[in-house]
């Protein structure tokens, strides 16, 4: 496993950019799709997206198509979701992830998918 680590939360209004990013250690970091998902009070977990092992298929929800883009440096064993047009309902708590499995793949993705997880970062969005 993977252990990760989420930075570049924070507050910006609505319109406004951030960009996260997703620092991993151990395990074989360039083997696993990675993903971002986001968890708001009294909700679940949702996909926001994810990102094949060689960065070649990214995956994004209807949400936020279009506004945010996933990327990673296999190199530097980093993912990075950059947001843009940031709206008051993208208010969460934002997790890096990997999948369970090295070289999975699918087109439909759930947290059932993914096994490893970072502490998450706050991202609100003011209107």
């Known amino acids: 496993q993977v252990q990760l680590v989420e930075s570049g939360g924070g507050l910006v209004q609505a319109g406004g950019s951030l960009r996260l990013s997703c620092a991993a250690s151990g395990g074989s970091f360039s083997t696993y799709t990675m993903g971002w998902f986001r968890q708001a009070p009294g909700n679940e977990r949702e996909f926001v997206a994810a990102i094949s092992w060689r960065g070649g298929s990214t995956y994004s929800s209807d949400s936020v198509k279009g506004r945010f883009t996933i990327s990673r440096d296999n190199g530097k064993k980093t993912v990075a979701l950059q947001m843009n047009n940031l709206k008051p309902e993208d208010t969460a708590v934002y997790f890096c992830?990997?999948?369970?499995?090295?070289?999975?793949?699918?087109?439909?993705?759930?947290?059932?998918?993914?096994?490893?997880w970072g502490q998450g970062t706050q991202v609100t969005v003011s209107s």
């Open positions: 992830a990997a999948a369970r499995n090295s070289y999975y793949s699918s087109t439909n993705y759930s947290y059932r998918d993914f096994g490893s």
